[in-house]
């Protein structure tokens, strides 16, 4: 399960855009109806989560950078 790390809310975030686009993209309700129904909210839930994980990994990974270099160099800056 180690190949999931850091994957596993792309794809929850993945499965909550196609779950609200279904209807719209089977043709079940049209535009404006998608517009102003609850898949609109789950779209941009599903968005909104992966700009939060997409966050969360650059500030992991500045965090780290930061470490190694004061403890590689310690008086630097």
């Known amino acids: 399960m180690n ?3 850091g994957k596993k809310t792309y794809i929850v975030s993945i499965l909550m ?3 609200s686009s279904l ?7 049209s535009l ?3 517009i ?5 909210t789950l779209l941009l839930e599903a968005m909104g ?10 500030n992991q990974e500045e965090t780290i950078y ?6 590689n160099f310690p008086h630097a800056g």
């Open 32 to 34: 404006n109806e998608f």
């Open 66 to 71: 930061e470490v190694v270099k004061k403890i």
């Open 17 to 19: 855009l196609f779950v």
């Open 49 to 58: 989560l992966s700009a939060l994980r997409a966050g969360v990994k650059q």
């Open 3 to 5: 190949w999931l790390n």
């Open 23 to 29: 209807n719209l993209i089977t043709g079940n309700i």
């Open 36 to 40: 102003s129904s609850d898949s609109m």
